[in-house]
């Protein structure tokens, strides 16, 4: 195997540190967050990988924005307003996701093309093109003192999936909804079933769900 | 689409809003994280799907714990003594992986059978059937008021990764080196390259990496 030391990782290429940190934790969500600026009504789009569950009950969800970056105009919408949106990524949406990232001076949504969609009065644009949407609002947020990055605390208050994808128990099939997953900056992957595993015990071999 | 509110999710048997709101967030990493306890010499194995890239410089990783779970075992060893490693799963181990979260009362590695492997002097066990580990050490952990989850940040200081699946530029191909993606709480995936697209500009269609 390859080693590599902290003191190594920092000597690299800013470039190279980037991408190999970026890939180290595996596999990541992908979200499209919408929001919009109350003062100007311009709303913003922007696709974040670090979105992640903190609880079911209540239903919240985290999501850390690096500091000084372009994704900026969606943590300051969010801090002014409260609300933001989670869409999931599909194929046919993955490439205008990824554009949503480039320096726009207009909405994000015009620049690419992806469709502004409200429901149920929620105060921040959903991706109509997006089979499930998580209307959110703020909670709490902490700046993190080793980088100075800051954890948004979402509320889950609305949630839109799509049909067929929800199972009776609660469970959703990703790859029905056709979910997009990240690694590193700007690796795009589908979801390949292996299986899903049913509740292990010590004493018995680990069985997949609908194996008898 | 099927649309649910908070107090829909809230009255929802428990076991169904569990696995309903983890899947919310999409496609989770998924690592194996080892611990030793300095006192018993007993060492520690748990699955992890809430653990996410929080920066490259310095490169640090966060961890969320769920209070009162299986899993603190391996939180009492971490703040106990300040180490522990996160070792991708593929879908040779997913199976033991899974196993991991039983209620082992010996070492997990011992009841699953992988197997513990130590490298230059790190105090923690790495997962030697594992193509990608990373040794950390404890930087903070901070307690989300929201629901008692607590977060650790770990320093990345050692990482080994399977010759072949890292490129000149830092980027590593997750799907060479096998490893698996987790959707909800117990369904298994592996990853189907889509593309890797370029740093986007506003004036310009999104490219891929490699297309002219």
Redo the contacts between chains.
């Keep these: 195997?390859?080693?590599?030391?902290?003191q190594e990782?920092?000597q690299?290429?800013?470039?190279?540190?980037?991408?190999?940190?970026?890939?180290?934790?595996?596999?990541?969500?992908?979200?499209l967050v919408g929001t919009i600026n109350l003062e100007t009504s311009q709303t913003n789009l922007a696709p974040f990988?670090?979105?992640?569950?903190?609880?079911?009950?209540?239903?919240?969800?985290?999501v850390?924005f690096?500091p000084h970056t372009v994704e900026r105009h969606t943590l300051e919408n969010i801090i002014q307003n409260g609300f933001f949106t989670?869409n999931?990524v599909t194929?046919a949406i993955?490439?205008?996701a990824?554009?949503c990232?480039?320096?726009?001076?207009i909405s994000e949504f015009k620049?690419t093309g992806l469709t502004e969609e409200y429901?149920?009065e929620f105060p921040a644009p959903y991706v109509m093109e997006s089979?499930?949407?998580?209307g959110c609002t703020l909670?709490?947020q902490?700046t993190?003192?080793?980088?100075d990055?800051v954890?948004v605390?979402g509320?889950?208050?609305?949630?839109?999936?799509?049909?067929g994808a929800?199972?009776k128990?609660?469970?959703?099939?990703?790859?029905k909804l056709g979910?997009?997953?990240v690694?590193?900056l700007?690796?795009?992957?589908?979801?390949?079933?292996?299986?899903?595993?049913?509740?292990?015990?010590?004493d018995q071999p680990?069985k997949e769900?609908g194996e008898s």
């Design positions: 195997m390859k080693h590599f030391s902290q990782i920092l690299a290429d800013k470039s190279f540190r980037r991408d190999f940190v970026n890939c180290l934790s595996g596999y990541k969500s992908l979200n990988s670090q979105v992640f569950h903190i609880g079911a009950a209540p239903p919240t969800v985290g850390l690096r989670l999931h194929e993955y490439k205008q990824h554009h990232s480039a320096r726009w001076p620049g429901r149920d089979p499930l949407k998580v909670l709490d902490m993190l003192p080793v980088n990055t954890l605390i509320s889950i208050d609305q949630v839109y999936v799509q049909e929800l199972g128990e609660g469970f959703i099939d990703l790859e979910t997009v997953t690694s590193g700007d690796g795009y992957h589908l979801g390949k079933k292996l299986a899903r595993l049913a509740y292990p015990k010590p680990v769900i």
